[in-house]
């Protein structure tokens, strides 16, 4: 391999082109399908992937096929195919996603959603990091082996429409295109986080998810809290006891259930990640003062995150702005949760427990509904294989001029645990550019161009590695 010259071809392209499209992708409104249920009549989504399609021809990569695979009432999936040259062996899939996050409040002046703002650096705006660069990082880093001669194994790229819905549409095209995907020996995932922006990250588990709607009914209609107080009960308070049966509100500490036995080697691989970031594994967040952490051990705080689990109460329903609120007592409360659980938890055993263990015997009588629609299980991988660890170590070295590191985080990809199942010989390198404060799925999301240009050109190395190895 020629790594300068990789490393040249591949800063060309981010400077350029991939800069161009990304810039124009962020002012497509193309949220996930479960936040915009009329996806197909708005058409923001064609317009993102054919956004996507058309700009594949820009990299020049020889006998490349490319085209936008639809089944009816799915969202469109991005499909290419690139054999292998110059000598490379071996099967590689790559993957991203073109879907985004709803639009969320609190952007700073001057930056939204939808409006891209380069600053020092960092392209701000919604998919750019989360997950839009993923199709131009892998068709860089094809490029740049091909145009320098450096082997290339058979490669094909699939960009989906839904993971930001967990991923319902995916398996129906997996298993559509199946036969032309094959078995691979190597999973590039780029999709993930990166504990900073110094050096390349592996992620080695990734937690699972459960969201859904709890709703709680007390009347038919709202009434006079003066007449009705001391006699009718608040929803809110009803809500919010059945709640405290699953989180402890003081401690944030959930019901036993839900937890699961931790590896050793995951709490070997906090320790390592504790002592590269330090308190940035704190100082991580736009706290809104100075936070007291439940404890000074950072590798427990590590653990707490990537392989415990966690509840968010991510939407409220039922109740007025506090400017538009009259003294009347609502007649229903509902809670949007998001449970996060450990990699090795099965989400769908876990969900039927959440929702017996809200729905039963509810005070005062009230309806209560816990309506859940999403449990994916998370993912571990298995131990990285000796040539790709020394792959993934010199390729940082090259490019970042530090060593890799390999971490648990917290969020999930529900593309990861199909894939361990279906293939549980594949090797995966799942890593990302989502840093510290690069707040994907807030406000002022951004992505750091300069480490997605260093993790391009790692993908580069370890793609030509690979086709070396076999």
């Not at 009705?228 to 003081?250: K, N, W, Y």
């Not at 989400?347 to 994916?376: I, Q, S």
């Amino acid at each position: 391999m020629n790594v300068q010259r990789i490393e040249e071809i591949v800063a060309s392209h981010w400077e350029g082109h991939i800069l161009d499209v990304l810039t124009e992708y962020i002012t497509i409104p193309n949220v996930s399908p479960v936040f915009d249920p009329d996806w197909e009549q708005n058409g923001h989504m064609h317009k993102a992937v054919q956004l996507f399609h058309d700009a594949v021809e820009q990299y020049s990569i020889e006998n490349i096929d490319t085209r936008i695979v639809e089944i009816p009432q799915k969202t469109p999936l991005l499909f290419l195919v690139v054999p292998a040259m110059n000598g490379g062996s071996g099967n590689v899939l790559l993957y991203g996603h073109y879907d985004k996050q709803p639009e969320f409040t609190g952007w700073h002046a001057g930056k939204g959603p939808w409006i891209p703002v380069l600053e020092n650096g960092r392209l701000y705006g919604r998919g750019g990091g989360d997950d839009g660069y993923a199709l131009f990082s892998s068709l860089s880093a094809i490029a740049a082996l091909q145009q320098t001669g450096a082997p290339v194994p058979r490669c094909t790229i699939v960009i989906e429409g839904c993971e930001e819905s967990g991923s319902y549409d995916l398996p129906h095209y997996i298993e559509l295109l199946a036969d032309e995907i094959g078995t691979p020996d190597l999973v590039v995932c780029l999709d993930a986080e990166c504990g900073n922006y110094d050096q390349l990250w592996l992620t080695t588990s990734l937690r699972g998810m459960l969201s859904g709607t709890l709703n709680v009914e007390i009347l038919n209609e709202g009434v006079h809290s003066g007449a009705a107080g001391g006699i009718v009960p608040s929803s809110f308070r009803i809500l919010r006891s059945l709640i405290e049966r699953i989180e402890t509100s003081e401690t944030g500490q959930l019901h036993d259930r839900l937890y699961t036995d931790i590896p050793s080697w995951a709490r070997e691989q906090s320790s390592e990640v504790a002592a590269t970031l330090g308190h940035t594994v704190i100082e991580r967040y736009p706290w809104a003062r100075e936070p007291t952490a439940k404890t000074d051990n950072l590798s427990e705080l590590l653990i707490s995150n990537t392989w415990q689990p966690s509840l968010a109460t991510v939407g409220i329903g039922g109740a007025p702005l506090p400017q538009n609120a009259g003294n009347t007592l609502r007649p229903s409360t509902s809670a949007k949760l998001v449970f996060r659980l450990p990699p090795n938890a099965n989400a769908g055993e876990c969900a039927e427990f959440v929702k017996a263990e809200l729905e039963r015997d509810p005070n005062y009588g009230a309806v209560v509904e816990f309506n859940c629609d999403a449990a994916e299980s998370g993912w571990h991988s298995k131990p990285v294989s000796q040539w790709l660890h020394n792959s993934l170590d010199r390729a940082s070295n090259h490019f970042f001029s530090k060593p890799y590191r390999r971490m648990g985080t917290g969020g999930t990809i529900p593309f990861m645990k199909m894939l361990g199942e279906q293939y549980p010989n594949c090797e995966f390198m799942v890593t990302g550019v989502l840093g510290p404060h690069s707040n994907a799925h807030g406000p002022n999301e951004f992505l750091d161009l300069k480490t997605g240009e260093r993790v391009t050109s790692c993908v580069a190395y370890v793609l030509a590695t690979l086709a070396q190895a076999n």
